[in-house]
């Protein structure tokens, strides 16, 4: 008999996942994933974001629905790291990327600058920035140079650790990607799959500002859709190797484990986004993220309900989830708030 993964007081297979919506309001989609799936998380993309008022009427929007649904509030994401990769164009306060940031500023500027995004996202209703990267580029010719703070590992991380410190001060969760690091590559995971570069099998190099990082209370860590052939066969988003043996064991990190899109080609071209979403799972990862195919998150709900051997693992996940979530600041601001604030900028 099929054991099926349970659920808790707040909602059941769809706490597993991340999604994204098709557009700025609160539609019928967005009310079946939060409503009715239940899900755990909202990713926005500029399809999304239209200005500071409308921002925050969706997530306001979003958040209410969640409280109808009995669930906790819903962690509402974006990708705020600067450079090329910030959805939120201005009045918002536009980042440098990062490798100009590891050039030219100090990291008391980086955790200035980083707090006050973190003050403007919450603003807005959004608690979670998918920043920043810890990745660790050889040279040019990988596709993180510019997202990166340094070639320099120890650079890296005191940077990316004054950015944690400053999202967290600033109210908004850090999510420190992409483990255990695309430094070493030199395809991109969006069309395929990376294949890490390194001999070493310790990746001492790619993990120094990870375990810096977990060190610093991050409480979130991204998956990379990286192939380390010295762990395993799996890419790592799908290796318990890389997930458990690694990240939670010889690491210690006690946080949620995000999955990059498996949407990605790197993924995608192997696996049907419910079954790699079963597999991440099983792997170790606590959120599942599914950023444009929401036909996919409501077959991906119901695949994981039916999957066996998942119960302890999903049980794990729930609680750490449901102890994040319970642990976000409400959705306090007004939104005349937001108004002023952004008429001065």
Known sequence: MTQAIPGNQAAGCGQFLMVGLPGPEMDAVAQELVGDLKVGGIILFARNLESPEQVWQLTHDLQHAAREAGSPPLLIALDQEGGRVQRLKAPFTIIPPARELGETATLEAVERLAHKTARELALVGINVNLAPVLDVPRGPDCPQWDRAYGQDPWQVARFARAAIQGYLAGGVLPVAKHFPGLGDTLADSHQELPLAQSDDPSRETDLLPFREAVAAGVPAIMTAHLLVPKWDSRPATLSAAA????????????????????????????????????????????????????????????????????????????????RLRQALSPHGTGLEEVREYFRGK
């Open 243 to 322: 997930l458990q043996g690694w990240l939670r064991q010889k690491l210690g990190f006690k946080g949620v484990i995000i999955t990059d899109d498996l949407e990605m080609g790197a993924i995608a071209t192997r696996l049907p986004v419910d079954q790699a979403a079963c597999q991440a799972l099983a792997a170790g990862a606590d959120l599942l993220l599914i950023c444009n195919d929401w036909p996919a998150a409501r077959e991906t709900t119901r695949v994981l309900s039916e999957v066996a051997n998942l119960a302890d693992r999903a049980r794990e996940s729930a609680a750490r989830l449901t």
